[in-house]
């Protein structure tokens, strides 16, 4: 069963430039938005452990709301981690303060891949209760899904925790390659089911969060990573939604990332907007502010937005965003000021 479908969502300035068609405006909305930079969510996250949280349907609709009540972006991002579904699964691992993802037992053999279950609809029914809740509330304005991409999760369950130089993770690419694409084929599998319970359950569109894909050459990702993210985003095409690409520091990858099958590919702050539009083939690009730019004058700020919508204007469609997540250290103020100028920047400037 899926979710009724708001008509409201047809003109969505965000949808209509994921499909590469005219919205009535630049549509902006920040990765993270729903997060630490909030007063509000400081305030019902307050003892409660992220993974919990992830897990509370009530809790999830609540914090996902906050940014759109507060600064009317144009899409709201689904409160959750890219490591919730192997927590669902019944991986055994937590979210440290302070440090991230760590798991009790890293994966190193084909028995270890194995004993990974794959994710069902049954694993997450939170996820349902939440996205359905959310997609009542929000009316119009879309939501987008999520989940974490094959190699930045395999990362995470090959290494025990975060890494800088992603040594171990390479090492089994390299060297125990049938480990490797067991693992990888798992992820995707349960990244794939995952995306699906949020479509649905009503979620409007998909974006797929390759964190760590920069540590990789072009032909590394092509051969072992690209096939993987491919099916992914295949399988999510399927359910007939918008799909986005992103990653961190992937200057090299863009052109390979939307032949991965996205529709739009999300731009890190360290490469120009126009650069990144000549790489990425008809597609739309997505971003790409730089986050630090929030703490400087407004009217710097400001001026700089600009020029990454006047850039964004040459691609196939632009959706507005930071070059990557929201500093918890950000003035809530100055995002709520960067919405209104976007959304109000030069509104009947043709797109072509």
């Not at 430039?17 to 919205?23: H, V, Y």
């Not at 959310?134 to 987008?144: D, K, S, W």
């Not at 040594?167 to 995707?188: D, N, Q, S, Y």
């Amino acid at each position: 069963m899926t979710a009724t479908v708001d008509p409201r969502l047809a003109d969505s300035a965000f949808l209509r430039a994921a499909r590469g068609e005219q919205p009535s405006h630049t549509p902006v909305w920040f990765m993270r938005q729903a997060g630490r930079s909030l007063p509000e969510y400081l305030r019902v996250r307050e003892g409660i452990g992220m993974l919990d949280s992830c897990m509370d349907a009530d809790l999830v609709t609540e914090i996902t709301l906050q940014p759109v009540r507060r600064y009317g972006v144009d899409a709201a991002i689904f409160f959750s981690d890219i490591v919730l579904p192997l927590k669902a699964v019944g991986v055994d691992l937590d979210i440290v303060a302070g440090v991230g993802p760590v798991v009790a037992s890293p994966v190193r053999t084909l028995d270890d891949v194995a004993a990974i279950p794959d994710l069902t609809p049954e694993h997450v029914p939170f996820i349902t209760q939440a996205v359905r809740q959310l997609v009542a509330e929000l009316g119009g304005t879309p939501l987008i899904g999520f989940a974490g991409a094959p190699f930045t999760v395999a990362s995470y369950l090959v290494e025990g925790g975060p890494s800088k130089d992603h040594a171990r993770t390479k090492a089994m690419m390299f060297g125990a390659p049938e480990v490797w694409a067991a693992l990888m084929e798992k992820i995707a599998g349960i990244a794939s089911a995952y995306l699906a319970v949020q479509v649905a359950a009503g979620a409007s569109a998909v974006q797929l969060f390759d964190s760590w894909a920069g540590a990789l050459t072009p032909d590394d990702y092509r051969a072992s990573v690209m096939p993987y993210s491919a099916r992914v985003l295949g399988e999510a095409g399927a359910l007939g939604v918008p799909r986005i690409h992103f990653g961190v520091g992937t200057s090299n990858l863009l052109g390979a990332m939307g032949e991965a099958g996205a529709d739009v590919v999300g731009v890190d702050w360290r490469t120009p907007l126009d650069q990144a539009i000549g790489q990425v083939g008809d597609r739309a690009v997505q971003g790409n502010l730089d986050p630090t730019l929030v703490f400087a004058p407004t009217e710097v700020m400001l001026e700089r937005a600009a020029a990454v919508i006047r850039s964004g204007r040459a691609a196939k469609g632009h959706i507005f965003n930071l070059g990557h997540g929201v500093i918890p250290s950000t003035d809530p103020d100055q995002l709520a000021r960067l919405t209104e100028f976007v959304q109000g920047y030069e509104p009947g400037l043709s797109w072509t």
